[in-house]
Each structure stands twice: as structure tokens, then as C-alpha cells.
């Protein structure tokens, strides 16, 4: 009876040490489940960083041509109104000019 008991004692200590390593092997399985899952999130974050970075700097550049697009449109506008505004005056200009010039030419004479 003595030698039976002793057998069924060795007997659960081994099925505990194997229900121990089984334990150990899971939790080993899982962290590295874990860590795994953890890069992967990590990499996911990095790629969606990167595309709204590369999406916002392509709204910048948008925005930026259009407003450069508005400032030259503004700026040949207005030198466009100051040509005609100028060409108004032109022929008024020459006249004085000639008549100033002429009365030179009688004043040195």
C-alpha cells in the first residue's frame, strides 16, 4: 500500500511538473504572440503616420500652387491696369514732351 501511494504521489507530481511546463510554454507562446501583435500595431502606425503626412503635404502643395496661381492672376491684373491706365495718357505724355522739348530748342536758339 506504502509503494502505491508513493506511485500515486510520483505519478501527480509528474502530471503537476507537466501541467508546470505546459503553464510555462503557453505563457512563453503568448508573449510572443504578444510582441508580435505589438510590432504589427507599431508598423500599421507608422504606415497610417506616413500616408496622413504624405496626404497632408500634398494638400499643402495644392494649396500652395493655387495660391501662387492667384497671385500671378493678381499680379498681371493689375499690371494689365496700369498698362492701360499708361497707354491712356500716352499720347497727352508725347505732346508735352515735344512741346517741351521745342521750347528748349527756342530757348537756346
Given at each position: 500500500m506504502?509503494?502505491?501511494v508513493?506511485?500515486?504521489?510520483?505519478?501527480?507530481e509528474?502530471e503537476?511538473?507537466?501541467t508546470?511546463?505546459?503553464?510555462?510554454?503557453e505563457?512563453?507562446?503568448?508573449?510572443?504572440?504578444?510582441?508580435?501583435?505589438a510590432?504589427?500595431?507599431?508598423?500599421?502606425a507608422?504606415?497610417?503616420?506616413e500616408?496622413?503626412?504624405?496626404?497632408k503635404?500634398?494638400?499643402?502643395?495644392r494649396?500652395?500652387?493655387?495660391?501662387?496661381a492667384?497671385?500671378i492672376?493678381?499680379g498681371?491684373?493689375r499690371?494689365?491696369?496700369?498698362?492701360?491706365?499708361?497707354?491712356?495718357?500716352?499720347?497727352?505724355?508725347?505732346?508735352?514732351?515735344?512741346?517741351?522739348?521745342?521750347e528748349?530748342?527756342?530757348?537756346k536758339?
Amino acid at each position: 500500500m506504502k509503494t502505491e501511494v508513493l506511485r500515486d504521489i510520483k505519478k501527480t507530481e509528474e502530471e503537476y511538473q507537466k501541467t508546470i511546463s505546459a503553464a510555462q510554454e503557453e505563457k512563453k507562446h503568448r508573449h510572443s504572440q504578444a510582441e508580435l501583435e505589438a510590432d504589427n500595431l507599431v508598423t500599421k502606425a507608422q504606415s497610417n503616420a506616413e500616408q496622413y503626412k504624405k496626404l497632408k503635404l500634398e494638400e499643402a502643395q495644392r494649396k500652395a500652387a493655387l495660391k501662387h496661381a492667384e497671385i500671378i492672376k493678381s499680379g498681371n491684373q493689375r499690371a494689365a491696369a496700369i498698362r492701360e491706365k499708361g497707354s491712356k495718357n500716352l499720347s497727352k505724355a508725347v505732346q508735352l514732351l515735344v512741346l517741351r522739348f521745342k521750347e528748349q530748342l527756342h530757348v537756346k536758339a
